[in-house]
């Protein structure tokens, strides 16, 4: 069993950055792929970038490749979403989830349903 928890949302201009953090509680963290979602108002939840287990895999949605960057500390069981250059559309909840990654399946990052766990989420909001 996991709980994650995402904080470092906020409100930030265009054209800034924000660092979003997932704090994961569980001792198998590091059997886990991780990802990063999110919900904009009236909008289907989307995908916005994965990290495999060992870090060593990221995939992007395309239309983010350059601006975020994911990465994670499994010794302090943490992934990581780094936003630059932040655009109005970039305003949402941002949701990080967990993928059990210990059976061995294909991973599909882009996918809600791979993943067995979700954070409550935090709020990011990018004004001009």
């Known amino acids: 069993q996991l709980q994650l928890g995402e904080t470092g949302g906020g409100l930030v201009q265009t054209g800034g950055s924000l660092r979003l953090s997932c704090v994961v509680s569980?001792?198998?963290?590091?059997?886990?792929?991780m990802g990063w979602f999110r919900q904009a108002p009236g909008k289907e939840r989307e995908f916005v970038a994965a990290?495999?287990?060992?870090?060593?895999?990221?995939e992007y949605a395309d239309s983010l490749k350059g601006r975020f960057a994911i990465s994670r500390d499994n010794a302090k069981k943490v992934v990581y979403l780094q936003m630059n250059s932040l655009k109005l559309e970039d305003t949402a909840v941002y949701y990080c989830a967990a993928d059990w990654a210990g059976d061995g399946t294909s991973w599909y990052p882009h996918t809600e349903m791979s993943y067995d766990y979700w954070g409550q989420g935090t709020q990011v909001t990018v004004s001009s």
């Open positions: 569980g001792r198998t963290f590091s059997y886990y792929h």
């Open positions: 990290i495999n287990w060992s870090g060593g895999d990221t």
